[in-house]
């Protein structure tokens, strides 16, 4: 996720991460005489595990602690201050604030996962749509613009341009088959230093090993694609390559 989507998820959901636990636990006071404080702990987590879901790992990690402040302050003896004498309470106030770290992680973690499948579906369906191209005759003009499209997106370029039958012109760096970027024959650290924006990358369209042609990436700053996502790129070059036979 980017920093700016995190942000303004966080603006509204920190407030109510910092303020629904309180409320749910003033909601319960009158009750309190008559209501079980685990009762009460066990309803805080629900809160915990719903602002997790929609929130951030800090918004999750400030409900946990906003619900155990809020449990000790109104629920446990004495009430309104930071003090708990009954053993049982402090242990209940204590799993609260754990299982609540614990399930706001695995929230995130949750979420993670699910944007990462959405993710591979995603390279998939280009795949998927390239090879439709190629089945149903499309001219290798539409297949290289369609590619060029996925590439685009894929790799968050500023430009993508085809270029036929020439390779090493310009001296650009170049994403080799195994998914790893060389520049004047060394390895270029893409995990650690992103994409290089200072030159075009270039990727190979070939066809039984014969040169077709190369696609000339134009890198915007700070794109980190996984070896997943290059490996991709590659295989849609060679789909690009084949339909030029």
């Avoid at 319960?28 to 209501?35: E, H, I, K």
């Avoid at 499209?149 to 500023?158: E, H, I, K, S």
């Avoid at 310009?170 to 195994?178: C, H, I």
């Avoid at 996984?226 to 789909?239: D, E, K, Y």
């Amino acid at each position: 996720m980017r920093i700016g989507e995190l942000l303004t998820r966080d603006r509204v959901a920190l407030p109510v991460a910092v303020l629904t636990p309180l409320l749910v636990t003033v909601a319960v006071v009158p009750f309190r005489d008559d209501f079980a404080n685990t009762n009460a702990a066990l309803i805080l987590v629900l809160v915990i595990v719903a602002v997790a879901a929609v929130g951030s790992r800090v918004a999750g990690l400030v409900a946990a602690v906003s619900a155990a402040v809020s449990f000790d302050l109104l629920l446990t003896q004495p009430y309104g201050k930071f003090t708990i004498s009954d053993r049982t309470d402090l242990e209940t106030a204590a799993l609260l604030l754990a299982v609540g770290v614990g399930v706001t992680q695995l929230a995130v973690w949750g979420r993670g996962q699910h944007t990462l499948a959405q993710r591979d579906a995603g390279y998939l369906d280009g795949i998927r749509v390239a090879a439709q191209a190629v089945a149903t005759g499309a001219s290798s003009g539409d297949l290289i613009e369609e590619v060029s499209t996925q590439l685009t997106r894929m790799f968050g370029l500023r430009a993508c341009r085809f270029e036929y039958g020439v390779a090493g012109l310009g001296q650009p760096a170049r994403l080799l088959e195994d998914g790893r970027v060389e520049w004047h024959g060394s390895g270029w650290d893409v995990d650690r230093d992103g994409l290089p924006v200072d030159m075009d990358i270039e990727l190979l369209a070939e066809s039984a090993g014969r040169l077709q042609g190369r696609f000339l990436l134009t890198a915007a700053p700070g794109q980190h694609p996984s070896i997943a996502q290059r490996l991709v790129a590659v295989t849609l070059a060679a789909q690009a390559g084949a339909s030029l036979r």
